[in-house]
């Protein structure tokens, strides 16, 4: 471990909660130095939604790198590219009713979120974008703007404009009537708001806490957005393909976003990739206006077509994913009931599960104590008082005991006596 | 191709230059689904130092792969990772006499420029980031402000502010003593520039139009940031890697520069990879202040580390680039001077060059009469005005011949008529 | 008034609604060029609250020009600007325990918000401000950047950042409990406010639609930005110099902000003066960090010292105009009650009133109908739909009722059928 | 003094420079407490072009006061405002054939710059405005963007964005062809400069150091705003009303700007005004989209009227504003060969002159020794470096001399030793 902190920038974070040294991964399961096995509850933030080197993947992916098939085309049209459009248009967009645009940009998260923030701003000519309390949307400028928590806003160092920030769902404990604020604020020419280009949300925020928006809301939210001719854009990227049941978050709320982002686990294997979909009357880029290096690495296509096939054409894997949310959600409300002194609950939606711990440093140790029994987990929220759950899709159900229980003895062991929040 | 026209969006590019499907590619040779073969002098913009598809870092990648080793692992300690750090310190890092600390943005271009803008202005305090004419350093806002093409900026929707474009060598065709502009800026307390927290250079402009630095002026900017306590970024994603001969293109000048950015050629087989390299002292992130989903894509630290084994732990690479640089050049200028009444001229350092094409259109031309012949070229510069050469650094000489009587035939085919510029 | 049309930009806005050629004035009546009277309930927007020409004041201000005193000494020392300042402390400072220092901004309103913001965020190193809906601060950009009006936010030409709005009192109907919001966001690290430096708020607004603050919220506010370390800035331009009774509107909330603005009536006879007050410690400025050619504009400070004797040396004028406040309130409830089927009410503080006609147009056709019988009047809000009384505070109980019959047959000329909002 | 020190921010700065207290005033003789005279070189940086108490001018002051006249009256209609425009129309724009709508901004220079500046990009629908190396327009945020001075700007206490600084004529001593690097950015697609709305230029720059623009220099950059399309805005608030000899400073150059602040002298008699003028087809202002409280402050119509009449119907005060700042430079150039060691030099135009002491503190220290000797002057400058000279231009000749006498004194008891640059 000298080796990192001898050469790796102090940014590095991950490797200071799980101090061991990973070598090989399958499935749930990741193997240490050592030898040792942990359950991995955690699957790359959400980017291992089909598991570890899912075996189904990884043969396609070693043919097609063995056959000596494009792996880097930067736009330029390839197979596997062209094998990846026509099987998400098939399979993922037909069914759903949904005729968007696909733009490739480059292969991480905050560039879709860049590219959509771009494409929103040039369709409407306005700059005012409009995000949530505990967003979370990236760390490049634009991205970082319409990103709530102050730490990473710090890293700018430059003033965030361009944006307004609005509470999330159920942000103030039901005290106040949905969007009243914001909708007080577009309906009032003196409100000081300057007309927004869009609104980018979460339906369910991953990093801000697992705080779970209602159908309802997200229903409100895309009413309000019409209304006023606001864009709405959807950010896919950790909830999307699959981790709350359905391939997209915002389905059971029956809404249609204008523009959405996907990242993380749409190649499926962990590769790099990311898409920006959108509406195709919005669809106003000129050729080269937005590019980048990396958006056409075609062994992610060539996974991300695979998963595609395997997981999508039938809704099995929606249904299983549901249902092992519902066990999650049943076990941590049990750890919660036995931790209702320490303030305890549970939050969630499908396979994105968080137990919060409101007591200072509750949620960390549990954590700490988890990795100590073989089992990773990390925190989120402003004070990371969340535990967050998101297992791959793919854990068996008797894997999700076992780490359902490692979970219960670690909250017993870092949760000792009742704190306040 | 109608699936492009149909699903992808309009921002697609390169496609539209070459209107064939990609499939199969080895060394400096791609081909289509019709099995054609093209000799490619593009190199993914400089992605693909060491060709398609090499077969060392073939066998390496498909060993990994094949094992179950991990893929993706955020910033949690890997053993690839860790014998890429080990392998970077030994085999570049400490023959130079560089002292850096390395940080794994996402895995971009624009990313880990987006880094190093965030950690300057953090380290100094100071907002005003220095950029030159004609730069090109990424499509996320931070990075896009530093980025001189006006339709690429016009694509941003919002102002892009906190940064002041200054002359690059030889913009104003040495009618202006060097750095006079900028000296006078810094030294005048009234000059009305803020006082800058950096400056970002390339060594060699690839997209601005393959504008060579001399070795003089980067020296002289060195040195006009140490006196002024500004930092000194250079972006080598495109010139680094070897491109120019050396592993840093800075190398020549004999500059340290403050912060280096790489990525393009680092994994050495077109994996998305990125780094943010910067001096021991100015490591201030906190862990987590910047992160990123795919910041740990350890397939790409696998091949990098083969790559640095297989090329860099001599100077073979090195003296074999500069002299097919030599070789390109030659016969650039013999291009060049067959069509002086056009204007032609050629520019360039190593293995990135560019013959200069003034009349409106041709460069385009060119490059359209080379794709015909079995040859992959794009233009570069403000005006499209340069057809630039990026091949392979690995290319054989009879490939490189090959591809340069294409481009002479090509030049004859489109520039008939001399064009004055 | 050809000339008008013919010289003056299309921006000139009363001579609009007042089509005629004012001449002179005399306490609470102006006169045209065809020698016909009027009352004003305007009296420049709040600029002459001890009436036009008042001759205790023009007594003194034609003694001081006739004896070649000085007029204009930017800052340096001068008699006029020694005795305001001496007064100042005695008269309004002293007895109201108040520890401020003195900054003369260029002499207008803007001027000193533009001093109190820059102020705020050197002291704290921050630049986010928060001001509220409907807030009118001023036109110069930091001013407008803290104004409401989209119309006028529009005329920027560029956005309008570093701020945040906040509801103002009542903004919301009595839904949401007071600074729920603000609270929220200021204590969630997650929220996606920065730390902002400073609020700054009104008591009363005025441009905004007499919207009255309650002494219960300014002191909420007050708390919390206490509890935040947020300086508290009163724009008291308006509000100030007696127009709610007290000299500082803000003194029956029993509040001290950190910096107050006062301009418009300060002068006490229409010469251009403002003031920009804050805390001693506060005083961070370096010599001429901040200037402007008219700061030192010495007959407004001998008026504003005459004024000050006159009017602040008791409370007979404060009492005076809490019971005029009464007078003009009592009648406007009166009118408000004949037409309640147009959804009239009213609001009001001191001698700064409002008749809120909703129906569309009501009160523009109610202040043209009182031009047409001699009533000077205009109107505010949002949607311009509130009728605003501002007489001078030495306004006549007579002169008052007079205005108000006037008043109350304006609207019933004009509004003729009940229109809902 | 006491109660400057106790009351006033310590922003205060020329009462440091110049420790007595000013009672009384006459042409360019002012007088303080003791009743000592003072020979005014500085005329209220400029804001007293006709002398301290003009008695023209002060004899109609006080009839239009005396009258009960009206003194303000926002953007009404009155008399006084009517004769200005009529006679400013005659006087002034017909002659020079200037068809200019006039707008009256609140009464100071930033407001005025402010409205010019909103007013260009307005129109343009551009937000990046160039203005110069040391160049001076104001204190609110939008003026202090186009404005040099670091110490300034760092008040701002938020990045002063969407402008960009060029050389000012011969900022770098004649070693560049003028406006080569503007020319190059606006005709390079690539450069980084976002197209720009408008150019604000002074023709002289006085707080930036009595800097002169050459006719050439300013017809170069006339021609250079045509060409691209950019608003030329010329601020003639110091160096306007006949500072350099006739009343604009622009005419000699023969060149019309789109665009023009006046303020300072504007009034003739040191009562705040200030005028934006602009070519009749940008007047796309919505009426009362830019206002201010005392944009009607009809004393200074008056005076400015008077000031017209007396001063602007014939050409003998130009003439003879020439022929004295022709005996001032020839004066200074005499004290200047006599400190040539000390690097002395000297610059200027009409009455707008400035001696040149490179060594550190020599100017200051000149300044000071004049005051003892009963002169008033200040230094300008990045480091104050220049003493300048900005006498009422109704100083006599004989005035003249004395100051010059006095000045010459002064420069030796300040300026013992050569001091190197």
Redesign the interface.
């Known amino acids: 471990?000298e080796?990192?902190s001898?050469?790796?920038?102090?940014?590095?974070?991950?490797?200071?909660g799980?101090?061991?040294?990973?070598?090989?991964?399958?499935g749930s399961r990741?193997y240490d130095?050592t030898g040792r096995g942990y359950l991995d509850f955690f699957a790359?933030?959400?980017?291992?939604n089909y598991g570890?080197?899912n075996p189904t993947l990884?043969t396609a992916?070693?043919d097609y790198?063995?056959?000596?098939?494009?792996?880097?085309?930067?736009?330029?049209?390839?197979?596997a590219?062209?094998d990846f459009?026509?099987t998400?248009?098939e399979v993922i967009l037909k069914p759903r009713g949904l005729d968007y645009?696909?733009?490739?940009?480059?292969?991480?998260?905050?560039?879709a979120v860049?590219?959509a923030?771009?494409l929103?701003?040039?369709v409407t000519g306005r700059?005012?974008v409009i995000?949530?309390?505990?967003?979370f949307h990236?760390?490049?400028?634009?991205?970082l703007?319409?990103?709530?928590?102050?730490?990473?806003?710090?890293?700018?160092?430059?003033?965030?404009?361009?944006?307004?920030?609005m509470?999330f769902d159920n942000?103030?404990d039901g005290?106040?009537?949905d969007f009243?604020?914001l909708r007080?604020?577009l309906e009032?020419?003196?409100?000081?708001?300057?007309?927004p280009?869009a609104v980018i949300v979460e339906t369910v925020q991953g990093e801000?806490?697992i705080n779970v928006a209602r159908a309802d809301w997200l229903r409100g939210l895309a009413e309000l957005c019409r209304e006023h001719e606001l864009l709405l854009i959807v950010d896919d990227?950790q909830m999307g393909c699959g981790r709350t049941g359905p391939f997209f978050s915002f389905e059971e709320a029956g809404i249609v976003p204008d523009i959405v982002t996907l990242?993380?686990s749409i190649s499926g294997?962990?590769?790099?990739m990311a898409l920006?979909l959108?509406k195709r009357e919005l669809?106003?880029?000129?050729?080269?206006?937005?590019?980048?290096?990396?958006r056409g690495?075609n062994p992610a296509f060539l996974t991300a077509t695979v998963a595609l096939n395997t997981y999508w054409r039938d809704d099995s894997l929606e249904r299983e994913t549901l249902a092992k949310g519902q066990l999650i959600t049943e076990r941590l409300e049990a750890i919660a009931a036995e931790h209702a002194e320490a303030g305890a609950s549970v939050r969630g939606r499908g396979m994105a599960c968080g137990l919060v711990l409101p007591g200072e440093g509750d949620a960390r140790r549990v954590c700490a104590e988890a990795f100590e029994r073989g089992l990773l987990m990390e925190t989120s929220?402003?004070?990371d008082e969340v535990a967050k759950l998101l297992p791959p899709l793919t854990t068996s159900v008797a894997e999700m005991e076992e780490g359902l229980d490692i979970l219960a003895e670690s909250v017993r062991a870092a949760v000792r006596t009742p704190q306040p929040a």
Not at 269 to 272: A, D, F, S, T, V
Request: glycine share 12%; net charge positive.
């Open positions: 471990m080796t990192f001898r050469l790796e920038s102090e940014v590095r974070s991950y490797c200071r799980w101090p061991t040294l990973f070598t090989r991964a399958r990741v130095h790359g933030a959400g980017a291992l570890h080197n990884k992916l070693l790198l063995g056959s000596d098939s494009i792996v880097h085309s930067l736009d330029a049209a390839t197979t590219k062209r459009l026509d998400f248009e645009k696909v733009q490739f940009p480059g292969p991480t998260g905050t560039n860049e590219a923030l771009k929103a701003r040039k700059e005012t995000s949530f309390t505990n967003s990236g760390m490049t400028l634009g991205a703007a319409v990103t709530g928590n102050s730490m990473k806003r710090g890293g700018a160092g430059v003033p965030l404009n361009h944006t307004v920030t509470p942000y103030m005290q106040v009537p009243l604020w007080s604020l009032d020419s003196g409100s000081g708001l300057d007309r280009a801000g806490g990227i990242s993380k294997y962990g590769l790099p920006t959108f669809d106003v880029w000129e050729p080269g206006e937005h590019n980048g290096t990396f690495f929220g402003p004070e």
